[in-house]
């Protein structure tokens, strides 16, 4: 079955870098578009950023210049690379896959997003 695990998080200082993981496994990694996603207790879930399957990327404004997306579909990993982090970044971050082969993910919300991980928490104090 399709299974997303999301690793990397953790609790650093406003400045510092994380680069968050999620392992896919049980589907054709290479064939669907990707992103991440974060949200806050009270808040609905935000499209941080997303890629597909020829690296097109696309990012929210708030991370544009400090986040990176990435894929290795060699070893079914996505990638979120955050530097600069800010206390606003604070937040638990979840992988999630598009429900439609060779679809894109610019544009696309979370009621598009089939195949959710679990999460990670990032906290960051200032």
């Known amino acids: 079955q399709v299974q997303l695990v999301e690793s990397g998080g953790g609790s650093v200082q406003a400045g510092a870098s994380l680069n968050l993981s999620c392992a896919a496994s049980?589907?054709?990694?290479?064939?669907?578009?990707m992103a991440w996603f974060r949200q806050t207790p009270g808040h609905p879930r935000e499209k941080v950023a997303s890629?597909?399957?020829?690296?097109?990327?696309s990012y929210v404004d708030s991370v544009k210049g400090r986040f990176t997306i990435s894929r290795d579909n060699e070893k079914n990993i996505l990638y979120l690379q955050m530097n600069s982090l800010q206390p606003d970044d604070t937040a638990i971050y979840f992988c999630?896959?598009?429900?439609?082969?060779?679809?894109?993910?610019?544009?696309?919300?979370?009621?598009?997003?089939?195949?959710w991980g679990k999460g990670t928490s990032v906290s960051i104090s200032s």
């Open positions: 999630a896959r598009h429900r439609s082969l060779y679809a894109s993910c610019i544009g696309a919300g979370d009621q598009d997003m089939s195949y």
């Open positions: 049980g589907f054709r990694f290479s064939s669907y578009c």
């Open positions: 890629i597909n399957l020829d690296l097109a990327t």
